[in-house]
Every structure is written in C-alpha cells, then in structure tokens.
Nanobody, 125 residues
C-alpha cells in the first residue's frame, strides 16, 4: 500500500515559479512510477510528468517539458514538480499518483493505482 500527500499549492502571477511536492509513504520499490496529473474545471485529468523511483528516469507531457521539471529525493521519500514561467492555463488541481508497472511513459490516469488528494494551483494573468 502506498500513500501520497501533496503539499499546499498556491496562487501566483503569470510568469512566476512554484514548486509542489508529494510525500510518498508505505512500501515503494524501485520500479514504481510516481506521476503528476492536473485537472482544470470541466476538463479531463491530464498527465503532466512522471518519474521512476529507482533510476530517476523521467517523462513529460506535451507542452510542459521546457517549463516543468519532475525530480525525487529518495531520502525524503518526496517527488517534486518545479513549475517555471507559469501561465493562466496552468491553473488546475494537481494530483500525485503512483503505480507499479515500471513503465515511466504511462500517461493514462486509469493506469495509476494510488492517488493523493490534490492541491490547487492558480495562476493569475
């Protein structure tokens, strides 16, 4: 069993940076994948980025690779999402999720087993 807890998001202005974190607890192994998804009002939950717990390999969704960086600190059991040059269209609830396939390119939320409660990120123009 894996538990995920996101940090508090925030309200920022366009162009600002923000880092959100996800504390992972429970039994997690090197092949586990931890990902960030986001969901804006009225839209489907969308993949943002993922990271493999063991070797740190990463994968990014369209449109965020240049501005967002996913990383992990195994000693702190934490996965981070650093978001730079934020835009109003990045406004969404951001969720941390995990699954055990070992395939970092998994982008469908249906494939993820464990989920955090989500944290709101709002970017004003």
């Amino acid at each position: 069993q894996v538990q995920l807890a996101e940090s508090v998001g925030g309200l920022v202005q366009g162009g600002d940076s923000l880092r959100v974190s996800c504390v992972v607890s429970g039994r997690i192994f090197g092949n586990y994948i931890v990902a960030w998804f986001r969901q804006a009002p009225g839209k489907e939950r969308a993949f943002v980025a993922s990271i493999k717990w063991g070797d740190g390999s990463t994968y990014y969704g369209d449109g965020v690779k240049v501005r967002f960086t996913i990383s992990r600190d195994n000693a702190k059991n934490t996965v981070y999402l650093q978001m730079n040059s934020l835009k109003p269209e990045d406004t969404a609830k951001y969720y941390c999720a995990a699954e055990a396939s070992g395939v970092v390119q998994r982008t469908s939320p249906r494939l993820y087993t464990w989920w955090g409660q989500g944290t709101q990120v709002t970017v004003s123009s």
